[in-house]
């Protein structure tokens, strides 16, 4: 399994793998992930969960490894988490300890469980022994953090066979060997799944963006250029911040030859952007829920499509169903199935989770439909309102508005009364067009009943996971 063979890639391997201020080699992260690895064999865990507090940095992926190898869940956390937000993570998993990589901000936390020493433990001098996987298929991996619907944030725990089967599947559609991939979702985040144990699978390069470097525009395009970048892993607004500089292009990014998208839907308007800048660029597109580790379709962009799909198969592991859970032809609520799904949550409510077909199953709460093999997302089925007598899927506007040519990026919201009953449909647009233009476009395809107030902006708000922040959108218009 995959534990196995990074263990190989790394007593093998003799270049450096981390591009940012603590470059190593790969045998120097085998003896860190050693050390750190004898250090927790020798502590007494009850609960086999061990959070990781910190940013990007060489140390927090030593102590993903070295939790992996011993058999302890780890949740990763990231410095941008509020303290009620950390507060309440703790609450949830209880943690036998909490690796520290970087100065821990929550000032009510059992101090007695806060390793600080991380430095000293993975640098000093091993002994001899051997790094062997103690984790079994079925175990807990690592548990992720998503929002959830009540403001207590859910757990998504993830077993070692879900990774592994998510590894082998997205190397064999990558077919890359010893490339430089650059990293810009935090480790909080499970889109950094992909990036980190492609490159640990590979023996590639690792090209680490903190959240100060993705800000400062120079200092980030001078990152990406001067590491000869060849693979990029990000969300599609991320991708489109990049474009925003028409200096972003194969004249000045020669190695660049491939783009993985994944987290949002990836317009056609992105598509062609990047098609115009970079010639050779192969562009995958990927779907798939935290709740099955990371991805589990991706489609192959090669020419330019009429429509952007959300993935292909990755062998059989979704179809759509009617609220029977029986299978359908039509459109209607992408369920997925198989070894990718999750265990589900830790302490919450599991109702998603399901049995179809005698294998495990996630309701995803997105509804799409499938033409010729390919998945193509529509929009998500809890953001149904009510307006006026009428229910209106919010998704569904949001799918009519990008189906507009001209249209990049759109948010649709609500506004509503002190008794929280809706008052009107406010759709923020990122377009060329003006707004009567658009609504020009839109009369025939959106009924008047539910036609939004539309503003046009420059640029949507992004969060610390560069995607949409539609918290922050909601918020303003209170």
């Given at each position: 399994m995959i534990l196995d063979k990074i263990k190989k890639v790394m007593l093998e391997k003799k270049d450096n793998i981390f591009s940012n201020e603590e470059n190593i080699t790969y045998f120097?992260?085998?003896?860190?992930?050693?050390?750190?690895?004898?250090?927790?064999?020798?502590?007494?865990?009850?609960?086999?969960?061990?959070?990781?507090?910190?940013?990007k940095s060489v140390y927090y992926i030593v102590c993903m490894l070295a939790c992996a190898y011993s058999g302890i869940s780890y949740i990763p956390v990231d410095v941008s988490f509020s303290d009620e937000r950390i507060q309440d993570i703790i609450n949830i998993i209880k943690p036998d300890l909490i690796l520290n990589t970087i100065t821990l901000k929550v000032e009510n936390v059992n101090r007695e469980i806060i390793v600080d020493e991380l430095e000293k433990i993975m640098t000093e001098k091993s002994i001899e022994i051997e790094l062997i996987p103690q984790i079994k298929p079925e175990d807990i991996y690592y548990i992720i953090f998503t929002s959830g619907s009540t403001g207590s944030?859910?757990?998504?725990?993830?077993?070692?066979n879900n990774l592994d089967t998510f590894c082998n599947k997205i190397i064999a559609k990558f077919n890359i060997e010893e490339s430089v991939i650059l990293n810009q979702a935090l480790f909080s985040f499970d889109l950094s799944v992909a990036d980190i144990y492609l490159t640990l699978l590979t023996g590639s390069k690792y090209v680490m963006l903190t959240a100060k470097e993705i800000k400062d525009y120079p200092r980030l395009y001078k990152k990406i250029k001067e590491n000869n970048v060849e693979v990029i892993i990000a969300t599609p607004s991320f991708i489109e911040y990049l474009l925003v500089d028409r200096t972003?292009?194969?004249?000045?990014?020669?190695?660049?030859?491939?783009?993985?998208?994944?987290?949002e839907t990836l317009t056609l308007n992105t598509v062609k952007k990047i098609k115009e800048r970079f010639k050779n660029v192969v562009i995958h597109n990927a779907y798939g829920p935290t709740e099955c580790t990371v991805a589990v379709t991706m489609e192959t962009i090669h020419e330019l499509p009429y429509k952007v799909p959300a993935g292909n198969y990755m062998d059989n592991t979704f179809c759509i169903v009617d609220d029977n859970?029986?299978?359908?032809?039509?459109?209607?609520?992408?369920?997925?199935?198989?070894?990718?799904?999750?265990?589900?949550?830790?302490?919450?409510?599991?109702?998603?989770?399901?049995?179809?077909?005698?294998?495990?199953?996630?309701?995803?709460?997105?509804?799409?439909?499938?033409?010729?093999?390919?998945?193509?997302?529509?929009?998500?089925?809890?953001?149904q309102i009510k307006l006026n007598g009428y229910r209106v899927e919010l998704g569904e506007i949001e799918s009519k508005i990008?189906?507009?040519?001209?249209?990049?990026?759109?948010?649709?919201?609500?506004?509503?009364?002190?008794?929280?009953?809706?008052?009107?449909?406010?759709?923020?647009?990122?377009?060329?067009?003006?707004?009567?233009?658009?609504?020009?476009?839109?009369?025939?395809?959106?009924?008047?009943?539910?036609?939004p107030e539309i503003k046009i902006v420059k640029k949507l708000p992004i969060n610390e996971n560069y995607k949409v922040d539609v918290k922050k959108i909601e918020e303003k218009i209170k």
């Open positions: 120097q992260l085998y003896t860190y992930i050693l050390n750190l690895y004898i250090y927790l064999n020798t502590i007494k865990s009850e609960n086999n969960k061990i959070i990781i507090y910190g940013h944030p859910k757990g998504v725990q993830i077993t070692y972003f292009n194969e004249d000045n990014f020669r190695c660049l030859n491939t783009i993985f998208t994944c987290g859970l029986m299978r359908v032809s039509t459109q209607g609520n992408i369920l997925i199935y198989g070894d990718l799904v999750s265990k589900g949550y830790i302490n919450y409510p599991n109702e998603a989770f399901v049995e179809f077909e005698g294998k495990r199953a996630y309701l995803t709460g997105d509804i799409g439909y499938i033409e010729d093999n390919k998945l193509y997302y529509l929009y998500r089925k809890d953001r990008m189906s507009v040519e001209s249209v990049s990026k759109c948010v649709a919201t609500v506004k509503r009364n002190r008794e929280g009953k809706v008052k009107k449909i406010i759709v923020y647009v990122v377009t060329k067009d003006t707004k009567e233009k658009l609504k020009e476009k839109l009369k025939n395809s959106i009924s008047d009943y539910m036609f």
